[in-house]
């Protein structure tokens, strides 16, 4: 999947990208929160860069993470519009050291990033768990994956550290996982 992903034309993943933008900020989760977590794109992800400036509109608490290089751990950080990120560990950019934390209980949302992503809402990532452990330690963010359309997948396995995310949202379409069974699903 990533193969793929990385093959995509720059043109067509700006395009892509600005789709998926657009999509997050008309969810009701995202009109919601006063704080949202989301990730810095490596690999041929999608590129969010654009919700720094929707936050700040909207008067949101933008946050992105860092990893810890002794724990290994994710925290979250502010992350005003202009301010510079810097490549951390694996070449993630993340916030400057010096950059506000933001205490997990804080978050109202959270954008997931995957390899692949399946309607149930559990994901393929890069095998760390890192974003299982911020999931399981923020019970009351709500959740949402950011995959492109051709990273939606019909089953991913599962194991038990697995933290399903509740929504979907690719360049194509925005999906709540727990209403997919009954045919609903927009949103």
Do not use: N
């Not at 989301?38 to 969010?48: K, T, V, Y």
């Not at 950080?77 to 560990?89: D, F, I, K, W, Y």
């Amino acid at each position: 999947m990533e193969v793929i992903r990385r093959a995509l034309p720059p043109a067509s993943r700006e395009l892509r990208s600005a789709a998926i933008v657009e999509r997050i900020v008309a969810l009701e989760p995202w009109l919601e929160a006063s704080v949202v977590a989301s990730f810095g794109a490596i690999r041929g992800e999608a590129e969010l860069g654009a919700l720094r400036r929707h936050a700040a509109q909207e008067g949101k608490i933008y946050a992105l993470p860092r990893i810890d290089p002794g724990t290994r751990e994710l925290s979250m950080h502010r992350v005003p519009p202009g301010m510079t990120l810097e490549p951390g560990v694996f070449g993630v950019p993340e916030p400057p050291a010096d950059a506000e934390r933001v205490p997990l209980e804080a978050i109202c949302l959270i954008l997931v990033p995957a390899l692949a992503i399946d309607l149930r809402g559990h994901r393929i990532g890069y095998g760390k768990g890192y974003y299982d452990r911020i999931l399981e330690r923020s019970p009351q963010a709500r959740t949402c994956g950011v995959v492109f359309d051709f990273q939606l997948m019909a089953e991913i396995p599962e194991l038990p550290h697995d933290r399903p995310v509740e929504r979907i949202v690719t360049d194509a379409q925005s999906l709540r996982v727990g209403s997919l069974a009954d045919g609903g699903g927009q949103g």
